[in-house]
Structures are given as structure tokens and as C-alpha cells.
């Protein structure tokens, strides 16, 4: 994972990512041909229960299409290609109550016509349990 950003449970957010090929430029939008994402609890296996808000949680599944469906933009803002989740509060749903943090993971690969390999993009988010935390801190 490149980076692990801070969501509060059961809040929206929102995640972008700029979508580049294998020689660093950017994928046109009228490129892309498929975006599919993968969204699951990391500290429990990857199976399909495993799945957060339906987004395809099983290692071998299809994913989600995301590919301007589901919460998720992809457009040409200036001369970047930028892939938008609108992340909803199911989506930064904690699993475990028993918790005061869990780490969730972003999987997410982008077909294109641009010659090259799928891009393929890791991102994980620290869920906090705003519940557990109060309780904690009293």
C-alpha cells in the first residue's frame, strides 16, 4: 500500500487518484475501457464476506464496477485523468466493535486502450471507532 489515510467510522469521504499508464502519462477518460474495485477489511482474509459495502472483498472475484458507477467518477479535469470515490458512511463501516481501530484496503485496477498493463492502484484507510474512542478517553 502506498499510504494509509484516517476515516471516521460511518462517515462519507472523498478519494481520488490520478490514472497514468506505464510510461507516466496520463489515461485519457475516452480510454478507459473497465474500472473495477475491491474493498475489505485487511486484518481479516480475503473472502467474499470479507467484502465492505459490496465492493468485492474475495481475491479471486470480478470486483465492483466502478467505472462511473457506484459512487465513482472517472474524468478528465485539466490534464489529469482523475478517478473520484464518494466514499459513503457503509463504506466506512467497522466490523469489529470490539476495536478502536481497523484497517481496511482499496484495490483498484483500470483497463485501457493506451497500450501497457491495467493500472493498478493499493490504498489503505485506518478506520477510527468514534464509539470506542469516547468511550476510551472518558
Known amino acids: 500500500m502506498k ?16 490514472l497514468i499508464d506505464d510510461t507516466d502519462t496520463m489515461i485519457g477518460a475516452a480510454n478507459i475501457t473497465g474500472a473495477r474495485m475491491w474493498y475489505y477489511n485487511l486484518e481479516e482474509d480475503e473472502s ?7 465492493r468485492g472483498g474475495a481475491a479471486g472475484s470480478a470486483g465492483q464496477d466502478v467505472a462511473g458507477v457506484n459512487n465513482c467518477t472517472i474524468a478528465d479535469v485539466g490534464s489529469k485523468t482523475v478517478f473520484t470515490w464518494n466514499g459513503q458512511p457503509a463504506d466506512a463501516a467497522f466490523r469489529d466493535q470490539t476495536k478502536t481501530t481497523e484497517l481496511h484496503k482499496m484495490k483498484l485496477q483500470v483497463t485501457h486502450t493506451q497500450g501497457g498493463s491495467p493500472f493498478n492502484y493499493n490504498e489503505g484507510f485506518r478506520v477510527v471507532n468514534l464509539g470506542k474512542l469516547i468511550q476510551t478517553e472518558s
Open 48 to 54: 467474499a464476506d470479507n467484502a465492505i459495502n459490496g
Open 3 to 18: 499510504t494509509i489515510q484516517r476515516l471516521d467510522e460511518a462517515e462519507s469521504f472523498k478519494h481520488t487518484v490520478y
